[in-house]
């Protein structure tokens, strides 16, 4: 027998003749949103399933809230520790609240974004339908790519970073926006 294996075997043996077993705490699960969650602290992320409906209100997630497709999240006065994720999402409405991380909405349909305190960038691509982006207070920058059809209101934001708009038809509509970097593409006039 290898002195690898005897000193494995003989730590095994004193380990349970003296009772100390070692064991894993038990990994937080997502917590699923199909309802309603109101006043509640999560401690990890919120997974709105597909096709599903979450009103997530007055809530503190510490992790992300992720939107799957065909899901609905409408969020009201949240605490978000991660970012707030979503790829071909029907609807996402999510107002005076505060995101820790990102607010990152690619291929999806409505979403109106409202109030919020954004630590990191709100990125807007390839979505479809109404999109409105009002009165936001964002450390790093406002992105809309490629988004197709339905009006585009962006104004009344405040942005640390750049305001950028590229390719989305029609162009953005906005106004009193506050850029400390650049106002770029089609929204140098916002």
Request: contains cysteine; aromatic residues 4%; proline residues 2%.
């Amino acid at each position: 027998m290898s002195t690898t294996r005897i000193i494995s075997t003989l730590a095994t043996a004193a380990l349970a003749t003296t009772g100390l077993v070692a064991v894993a705490a038990p990994a937080q699960a997502d917590r699923t949103c199909s309802g309603t969650i109101t006043g509640r602290t999560i401690d990890d992320d919120v997974v709105v399933p597909a096709g599903a409906t979450c009103k997530l209100t007055k809530s503190v997630v510490k992790g992300n809230v992720i939107v799957r497709r065909g899901a609905t999240l409408q969020g009201w006065q949240n605490s978000i520790d991660g970012n707030i994720q979503s790829e071909g999402h029907r609807y996402v409405r999510n107002t005076w609240g505060r995101v820790d991380g990102d607010v990152q909405l690619e291929g999806g349909s409505m979403h109106h974004l409202r109030g919020l305190t954004v630590d990191g960038n709100i990125q807007l691509e390839g979505n479809r339908s109404t999109q409105n982006v009002i009165r936001n207070r964002v450390k790093g920058d406002i992105q809309l790519f490629s988004n197709r059809s339905g009006t585009k209101y962006v104004y009344d934001n405040s942005v640390d970073g750049n305001l950028q708009c590229k390719s989305n038809t029609p162009a953005p509509k906005g106004w009193n926006n506050t850029v400390r970097g650049t106002k770029e593409d089609q929204c140098r006039r916002l």
